[in-house]
């Protein structure tokens, strides 16, 4: 006995159709079903489109774009105008990358500095004498 089954692919949102027939698997002694496709529903006709089976689309020709097509002057002027924003957004890199090398360097040299103050403090709480003082 055949039927006709409605199947809804959620990542899609493509309805497919199939035929369905039931059997009697003797080995396992179970009901199994064996389906085929038999195509897919036009979602504005609702209509059953036939597919190809498995990988047989039928392909489309693709338009074929020539040389001598003069390129559309917006797409030109969009691309001129991305262009500059990318160049616009690489010197703003560089120059951030500038800062952050600058300001690591600065921090670096008050970590110096601050070892230095640490170690004159240390000589100081021992009876020590600090630089610019006479015995």
Same mark, same amino acid.
């Given at each position: 006995?055949?039927? @006709?089954? +409605?199947? =809804?692919?959620?990542?899609?949102?493509? #309805?497919?159709?199939?035929?369905? %027939?039931?059997?009697?698997?003797? %080995?396992?002694?179970?009901? &199994?079903? *064996? &389906?085929?496709? @038999?195509?897919? /529903?036009?979602? #504005?006709?609702? $209509?059953? /489109?036939?597919?190809?089976?498995?990988?047989? *689309? +039928?392909? !489309?020709?693709?338009?074929?774009?020539?040389?001598?097509?003069?390129?559309? *002057? $917006?797409?030109?002027?969009?691309?001129? $105008?991305?262009?500059?924003? =990318?160049?616009?957004? !690489? #010197? %703003? @890199?560089?120059? =951030?990358?500038?800062? @952050?090398? %600058? =300001?690591?360097?600065?921090?670096? $040299?008050?970590? *110096? &500095?601050?070892? +230095? /103050?640490?170690?004159?403090?240390?000589?100081?709480?021992?009876?020590? #004498?600090?630089?610019? !003082?006479? !015995?």
């Amino acid at each position: 006995m055949a039927s @006709i089954i +409605k199947k =809804l692919n959620k990542q899609t949102g493509v #309805t497919y159709v199939y035929e369905s %027939e039931s059997y009697w698997d003797k %080995e396992k002694k179970q009901p &199994r079903s *064996r &389906r085929k496709l @038999i195509g897919k /529903i036009d979602d #504005t006709t609702g $209509e059953i /489109i036939p597919t190809g089976g498995r990988g047989a *689309r +039928k392909k !489309e020709n693709p338009a074929v774009l020539s040389t001598d097509v003069p390129v559309d *002057r $917006e797409l030109t002027v969009l691309c001129q $105008e991305q262009a500059q924003q =990318l160049h616009q957004n !690489e #010197t %703003e @890199i560089l120059s =951030l990358k500038k800062q @952050i090398l %600058e =300001l690591t360097l600065t921090v670096k $040299e008050y970590q *110096r &500095r601050l070892s +230095k /103050i640490e170690e004159l403090s240390k000589v100081c709480q021992k009876g020590g #004498t600090a630089y610019g !003082e006479k !015995e």
